[in-house]
């Protein structure tokens, strides 16, 4: 987008964020998060790749997250569970199993090849590589905010 534009979307983002009176909560946000990444984020994702032919640093780590999140892999997650399409949720739960049976890089690679959920295969060795590492950085650890400036 033009500067001017992406300087006004950036403004008006900040402004409702800042307004106390907005009750916006993360796991509201997450309802269907999978078709959200889909629309929203993977052409800018799948863009940013082509280009420099490597994973997106902080892409991979909100890739890592929605694994984490559909997985339960998460303190809290039992209160906090994914609210989706019935279908995404037992692909995720299957998917989820692979990480005991297979280990983590077998349950990624699973799931950026699940085609059901992205319209293709995205599991490349480069963004498996990635989105696994991420899966670490944020599952072997309670994760907090403060944190993010780790992996930045």
């Avoid at 739960?93 to 293709?120: C, D, N, P, R």
Wanted: proline share 4%.
């Amino acid at each position: 987008l033009p500067r001017e534009e992406l300087n006004e979307f950036s403004a008006e983002v900040l402004r409702r964020f800042a307004n106390p009176f907005i009750v916006h909560r993360w796991y509201d946000i997450s309802l269907n998060g999978m078709a959200k990444f889909h629309t929203r984020n993977l052409p800018r994702f799948e863009s940013a790749m082509a280009a420099t032919g490597k994973a997106p640093r902080c892409m991979s780590l909100s890739l890592a997250a929605w694994l984490a999140f559909y997985t339960g892999a998460f303190e809290g997650s039992a209160e906090l569970p994914p609210r989706d399409a019935e279908d995404v949720i037992a692909k995720m739960a299957e998917i989820g199993a692979l990480k005991e049976a297979q280990g983590v890089e077998a349950m990624v690679k699973a799931y950026l090849g699940e085609e059901s959920i992205w319209g293709k295969s995205l599991a490349s060795d480069t963004l498996v590589a990635a989105v696994s590492e991420a899966y670490a950085f944020l599952t072997e650890s309670a994760f907090s905010l403060d944190d993010l400036s780790k992996w930045a």
